[in-house]
């Protein structure tokens, strides 16, 4: 089976869906310890409670956050 980060990422970019956030991804959690300055990077449960802040454009703020690890980190081939 897939499991739940296939399926939240599946839903963000194959389904289209505006709400959706994968709080598992790493580049989500670097972009959220370097923007929020905090001092490790925050693992999948309380970056899921910080992105109910975000509701209903949680897939946008998960692609925001991405952009920002590709600048932060001048990565290419990120999202």
């Known amino acids: 089976g897939i ?3 296939t399926a939240e990422i599946y839903a963000m ?3 289209g869906r505006a709400d959706v956030f994968a709080p598992a991804d790493l580049a989500l959690q670097e ?3 370097r923007l929020f ?3 490790d ?3 999948e449960a309380p ?3 910080m992105a109910s802040a975000w509701t209903p454009w949680r897939s ?3 692609g925001l956050l991405w952009a920002y690890y590709r600048v932060e980190t001048d990565r290419e081939g990120i999202v």
Request: charged fraction near 35%; charge should be positive; proline fraction near 10%.
């Open 3 to 5: 499991g739940r980060w």
């Open 13 to 15: 970019f194959s389904l």
């Open 31 to 33: 972009s959220a310890r």
């Open 37 to 39: 300055d905090l001092p």
């Open 41 to 43: 990077r925050p693992r």
């Open 47 to 49: 970056l899921r409670r």
């Open 60 to 62: 946008v703020a998960a």
